[in-house]
């Protein structure tokens, strides 16, 4: 079965500091999807990043950049140069495989306070 | 605006009924996904819907229901409503490659 786990309920960062959330999956699929998902207190899902298991480069989208291991199974979420609105909850999830379609499997988060 | 479209945004019931939550996906996208977001569960997949069938169930109750009609809009139907099943219903639509959208979410409060 396929799994996401996010080890930090929480995580404190300062302003302008980088700060990195991690994420490990399992999965037996060769081909599979990662996400990150920031969820602000307002509630909505914002798509921050994608990364493809056979993308050759880690991907980065802004003040977010994704380090794909794939050997360690690790997807973690850096965010750079940290502002007070990067104060959120934030989900790792995966594509899921063909028994949950083609639904995102979300780990339970992390909550990341940033301070002045 | 993210391109879904979830009504109503927040839903207060009593314990028993039944409720229906109404989602309008992006303009293209034919897959529809329901998830519940609830502080001990975290975000739980429910079901998707394909261009009008149902295409994967993840953790959906026996009384959740859904569908996906000809215009691609989706209902989650929840019944025998229990005070454990207020929580935060998120619709999702996709299309293959193009990632996930999220609408803003359907907050049900059962009492």
């Known amino acids: 079965a396929q799994k996401i786990t996010q080890t930090q309920p929480g995580m404190f960062v300062q302003e302008k500091e980088a700060v990195t959330l991690d994420c490990t999956y399992d999965?037996?699929?060769?081909?599979?999807?990662l996400f990150w998902y920031k969820q602000p207190s307002s509630g909505e899902m914002i798509f921050l990043i994608y990364?493809?298991?056979?993308?050759?480069q880690n991907a980065t989208e802004g003040r977010y950049s994704l380090n794909f291991q794939k050997a360690r199974k690790s997807a973690n979420l850096v965010i750079s140069a940290s502002q007070l609105g990067d104060s959120a909850m934030y989900f790792c999830?995966?594509?899921?495989?063909?028994?949950?379609?083609?639904?995102?499997?979300f780990g339970k988060g992390t909550t990341l306070s940033v301070s002045s | 605006d993210s391109g879904v479209t979830q009504t109503p945004k927040h839903l207060i019931t009593a314990t028993g009924q039944r409720v229906t939550l109404r989602c309008s996906p992006r303009?293209?996208?034919?897959?529809v996904y329901w998830y519940q977001q609830s502080l001990d569960q975290g975000l739980q997949f429910l079901i998707q819907?394909?261009?009008?069938?149902?295409?994967a169930k993840g953790n959906i109750l026996e009384r959740f229901s859904a569908q996906q009609f000809p215009d691609l809009h989706s209902e989650l139907n929840l019944s025998s409503l229990e005070l454990g099943d207020s929580a935060l219903y998120f619709c999702?639509?996709?299309?293959?490659?193009?990632?996930?959208?999220f609408g803003s979410g359907t907050r049900l409060t059962v009492v």
């Open positions: 999702a639509s996709s299309v293959e490659w193009r990632g996930y959208t």
């Open positions: 999965t037996s699929d060769p081909s599979y999807g």
């Open positions: 990364q493809g298991s056979y993308d050759q």
């Open positions: 999830a995966m594509r899921g495989s063909d028994q949950a379609g083609t639904a995102l499997i």
């Open positions: 303009s293209g996208d034919l897959s």
């Open positions: 819907y394909y261009n009008g069938e149902e295409r």
